[in-house]
């Protein structure tokens, strides 16, 4: 026994004199001396290294399954300035890690930056193994032939597991990278991470990676592998369990070389290409905290909620349906056993009112009556002025009172009935309804007073055709333009999944959450009001349309000759319209950006100009815009936001151009407007011109003979010359948004400028239709001031655009953007509702009492 121990001794002995010799034994034949030195944790070492001679630290620590110990290396370079740097190399059971010192990190144009201090810390991959030892070398080496004198410590982190809901801060710099493990508890399929700082610079980047080694944590290398994310302030990215194997992850921090990323200053160029830049102070302070995410039953809620709503809104039309439906038989009751009403009551009922002014030619002008004298002169005026402006001086005839004036409504209706029995299909330009198209037509549209006879004297088919196009191609120009930004925002998300670049998409990253691949499906699901409730009004105006067009075959005196006439293909395609701007914005927020914004406007822009187009449409249906001229504006304005967004900021020459056309377009509509039509653009309309403004403005000063029209027309130049110099001046960067400020702003002025001159007209604003008005105010009210929170924005850097990211506000699921979706949707509906039931009011009124403005 005593002989075993022994020889156990001698070899034990042995084995050390053989270590020694290796490592103190004089170099041979140009050799290194390596020198192996047992180290501790926590202990500071101090020591020099040349190219004749190698360092090798050896540590030990006890690695276990269920805990994992992180391992920090630090590592500061104590001479001045070094002929070459030092090589540090870490080896692991199964990983290695190297870097030197100093170490070189570049920027953008090679910009080169030297840090002295460098902290890494080690990849711990798991072990099978219940407990084990585990040995690491730590091999310090050089090429310098003078001596680099360095320091070294390895040390264990604290708090190197993360735990849920628990706050831990740290300090970070570009060469002294962190990173975190956090393993996901049981029950728990999603976390969300955050990381705060008090200060937006230096430019920082969290990243998320799988536990494997190596971990990329430098800044050249984050982006290789994991999802990552640009910030200043805040950062926040949602995990799923799902995507990590090992049900754990590392939280990875970096801190970038320079803050362009995150819209911070670019430094200056080198004077040299291999000149080295100060780093400066790039010290930061973060916190990071690890939550549970909601789980499936909030997801649950959120969508029946969502569908709640909308629902709710089809039932309130169905019991407003049936109570309507229920007083206008009780009505129709009334007027066939009619009880102690008295013969002019009747007529009223059935809409014969007395002669109305534009069958007899007196006009009200707040409560005169014009004589046939000043008819005549009225005619003489517009046979003098506006023929310069139009197709031509009229011919100066004798006039009566009775021609001119004389509403021959009834017996065209009769003329135009029996026309189109004998016709099989007809169109807008075979015929007018009117014996002289050129004369009649600038008699009948430049009287100082019209109604909306007088503006509605073509063939009721002949206008229900041409405004159903305007249906037809709204539904083909949706099928063409979403089914390429569907492919597109599809390609947008792969890429986010695949490169992990959280930077591509502009989403409230406090409040997204994911679904399938979809990184934020509460801001998708929300936009499903635009969609219920523009299937909702055109069920709607379906209905209306049945129900006329059985009054017509039931030769319905009312629908014949009362009331603002009917065409519903322009509702139709306001409606298809609303649908497509939930569909689009839907698209859009898959992954929201500044190159894909025009999918959420687009839409938004016809319905604007569509609102406008019917509003107008009302008393002009003679005269109203065609499908196809008014879809080709709206392409143009569609193209002129494209070009904004892409060259608009800072780009002076564009602001000048598109203000320029802004002003010329909106003379060229103004003329339009005044003139009915009546008048042409070609080479004489400088002369046409001069010589109205000669005749109206220095031989005689005479105010304008249409005054209403010029009231709104002088606002309206008002408000786009405003709106076009606030262009010119300011610039904004989100041109997108200031051009469907500029379609909002005239929308609202020409609903204003009729409701106006409807009450000013003497009618009236039924009980339905001013609850549409009140609720719909309301709620754009609070629409807007959601839409103002501003949770994101792509006129800033992605870094920035995460400064105003907020918590979920709803159900902890939605955000303040979702609320404005629920709210636009129902406001947009209820807009429609006013534009639909307002004028209900006129459904008995005769046409020729029915003022057109």
């Given amino acids: 026994m005593l002989e075993m121990c022994c020889a156990r001794v001698r070899s034990a002995v042995v084995g050390l004199v053989l270590v020694l010799m290796l490592c103190w034994c004089p170099p041979v034949d140009g050799s290194n001396v390596v020198i192996q030195r047992d180290a501790q944790f926590d202990v500071t070492y101090y020591d020099t290294v040349t190219s004749d001679n190698q360092t090798i630290y050896s540590y030990n620590h006890t690695v276990s399954r269920n805990k994992t110990e992180g391992v920090r290396v630090s590592v500061e370079l104590l001479s001045e300035s070094v002929q070459s740097p030092l090589l540090f190399v870490v080896r692991q059971k199964q990983a290695v890690l190297s870097f030197q010192v100093p170490l070189i990190l570049r920027g953008l144009y090679q910009r080169k930056y030297q840090y002295t201090q460098v902290g890494r810390t080690l990849c711990q991959p798991p072990t099978k193994a219940v407990s084990e030892m585990q040995f690491f070398y730590v091999d310090v080496s050089t090429l310098s032939s003078a001596g680099v004198h360095y320091q070294l410590r390895v040390s264990r982190v604290d708090s190197f597991n993360l735990l849920t809901d628990k706050k831990f801060s740290f300090n970070a710099t570009p060469s002294q990278p962190q990173f975190f493990k956090y393993v996901f508890p049981d029950g728990v399929d999603t976390v969300i991470v955050k990381i705060n700082s008090q200060k937006n610079f230096p430019c920082s980047v969290m990243s998320i990676q799988d536990i494997q080694c190596p971990v990329f944590d430098l800044d050249n290398n984050v982006a290789f592998i994991g999802m990552y994310q640009t910030m200043t302030t805040t950062a926040a990215i949602t995990v799923q369990r799902k995507d990590f194997p090992s049900n754990s992850f590392y939280v990875v921090v970096v801190l970038k070389t320079e803050d362009e990323a995150c819209g911070g200053p670019l430094r200056f160029y080198p004077l040299l290409p291999d000149e080295l830049m100060d780093a400066g102070n790039r010290s930061k302070t973060l916190d990071v905290i690890v939550s549970p995410a909601i789980n499936s039953d909030v997801y649950v809620m959120g969508m029946l909620f969502c569908l709640g709503i909308f629902l709710s809104f089809y039932l309130l039309t169905f019991l407003v349906a049936c109570v309507e439906n229920k007083r206008m038989n009780r009505k129709r009751e009334g007027l066939l056993h009619p009880v102690d009403i008295s013969p002019a009551e009747t007529a009223s009922l059935l809409g014969k009112a007395p002669v109305s ?32 402006l139009g197709l031509g001086s009229f011919k100066r005839r004798s006039i009566t009172l009775h021609h ?36 009649d037509k600038n008699i009948v549209r430049t009287k100082k007073f019209l109604c909306v006879s007088d503006l509605s004297r073509k063939d009721k088919r002949v206008l229900s055709k041409k405004y159903q196009i305007y249906f037809w191609n709204i539904a083909t120009i949706a099928v063409f333009y979403a089914l390429p930004v569907i492919q597109l925002v599809i390609t947008y998300q792969t890429v986010v999944n695949v490169t992990g670049n959280q930077d591509i998409c502009y989403y409230n990253f406090l409040c997204a959450h994911p679904l399938g691949a979809l990184s934020s499906f509460n801001n998708i699901l929300s936009n499903v009001g635009y969609v219920m409730l523009g299937l909702l009004f055109l069920l709607i105006v379906l209905h209306r349309d049945i129900l006329h067009q059985r009054a017509l075959q039931r030769k319905d005196t009312a629908a014949l000759e009362c009331g603002i006439p009917k065409h519903f293909g322009l509702y139709y395609a306001m409606a298809t319209a609303l649908m497509m701007e939930g569909l689009l914005s839907a698209c859009y927020h898959v992954c929201p950006n500044y190159t894909n914004f025009q999918f959420d406007t687009s839409f938004m822009y016809m319905i604007a100009g569509l609102c406008m187009l019917k509003l107008y449409q009302k008393r002009h249906p003679d005269i109203n815009a065609s499908a196809y001229s008014a879809y080709a504006c709206l392409a143009a304005v569609i193209f002129f936001s494209v070009l904004g967004v892409v060259f608009g900021k800072d780009n002076s020459a564009f602001w000048i151009v598109f203000s320029v056309i802004h002003i010329l377009a909106t003379l060229l509509l103004s003329t339009q407007l ?85 009450l000013r007209s003497g009618e009236r604003i039924q009980f339905l239709a001013l609850v549409c008005v009140l609720f719909t105010a309301v709620v754009w009210g609070f629409a807007l001031f959601f839409f103002f929170q501003g949770l994101s924005t792509w006129q800033k850097t992605p870094a920035e655009s995460r400064e105003h990211n907020r918590e979920c506000i709803l159900l902890s699921f939605f955000d303040d953007h979702d609320i404005w979706h629920f709210l636009s949707s129902i406001a947009m509906f209820g807009s429609f509702l006013v534009l639909l039931t307002m004028d209900d009011d006129l459904d008995t009124v005769q046409r020729d009492k029915i003022y057109a403005f």
């Fill in 357 to 388: 002014p534009c069958e007899y030619g007196s006009f009200a002008d707040n409560g005169s009556t014009l004589s046939s004298e000043a008819v005549t002169d009225s005619l003489a005026s517009t046979d003098g002025n506006y023929g310069y």
């Fill in 404 to 439: 001119v004036a004389v509403c021959i409504e009834r017996s065209l209706e009769s003329v135009g009935r029996s026309r189109r029995e004998s016709l099989s299909s007809v169109e807008e330009d075979d015929y007018d309804t009117l014996a002289d198209i050129d004369s």
């Fill in 674 to 758: 005044y003139y009915m039509g009546r008048w042409r653009l070609d080479s004489g309309i400088l002369r046409r011109m001069l010589h109205v403004i000669y005749t109206d403005c220095i031989r005689q000063c005479s105010g304008p003979m249409y005054i209403d029209r010029m009231v709104l027309l002088v606002m309206g130049n008002i408000v786009n010359w405003s709106l076009a110099a606030y262009g010119l001046i300011h610039r904004p960067n989100d041109f997108a948004s200031y051009l469907l400020a500029i379609g909002i702003c005239n929308l609202l002025l020409y609903f204003a400028f009729y409701i106006i001159m409807k």
